[in-house]
């Protein structure tokens, strides 16, 4: 089954990314296709390469940047929301004249088109959130 | 999904929104959604449950609280062609609310149509 993965909240506030995570890799498990997991909301911060966790703890953004690069895995951060709460990549970061980006490897930022592309491209959209 | 169409299928879409308005940017992010997946001609509803019917109550005064009020946006959601919306029963008297109390024409449904209403959707957001 090919599935579209949705995640509304942020790293370690919420354990909706973490549940995404497992899903995911139990999905991938099965032989499911992961078409897409689109971050939303404060979901976007699951797509920070600034995070530095304590050491023993897990790391979130990391366990998504290396589950996407064994995967293949398309990691979207909504543009829009990712505007609000200072995600970047480089261009944004040079289009709006700020110092630094911060996007983890593995994920890129576009539109909400993406979210609604992934609801009409999968054969179901999982929704994590509060 | 429904009926084909050049480029692939129509899907049904049914956002649910189930947040109060301000005090968290869910209802408003939520609006931004069905906005931008209006461009792609899906069939869409909209579903208010829960706190999520405070989005669609008239009279909205945010001034003191320094963030937008968004609830004129829900009027214009019929240019869109998002003109199927749907109130929980239960959630409106709960909150002392009435059809007459809301910015915009509703189909005001109890819980066992509001589940067939789900059910009867391909894709279902909640925020």
Known sequence: MKLGIVVNEGPYTHAASDTAYQFVKAALAKGHEIYRVFFYHDGVNNGTRLTVPPQDERNIVKRWSELAERHKLDLVLCVAAAQRRGLMDAAEAKRHGKDADNIAPGFRISGLGQLIESGIKSDRLVVFGD | ?127
Do not use: C, W
Request: net charge negative.
């Open chain 2, 1 to 127: 999904m429904t009926e084909p169409s050049e480029g692939g299928a129509i899907k049904k879409f049914l956002y649910v929104n189930r947040k109060a308005p301000y005090g968290t940017i869910y209802a408003l992010e939520s609006l931004e959604v069905v906005l931008i997946g209006a461009a792609f001609e899906q069939d869409v509803s909209l579903a208010f449950v829960g706190d999520g019917v405070y989005q669609l109550a008239r009279g909205q005064d945010t001034k003191a609280l320094e963030v937008k009020n968004f609830s004129p946006t829900y009027r214009a959601l019929e240019d869109y062609d998002v003109t199927k919306l749907y109130v929980d029963r239960d959630s409106l008297e709960e909150r002392g609310l009435a059809e007459e109390d809301l910015v915009v024409p509703v189909e005001v449904v109890g819980a066992e149509r509001m589940a067939e209403i789900m059910d009867a959707h391909d894709v279902v957001l909640t925020f």
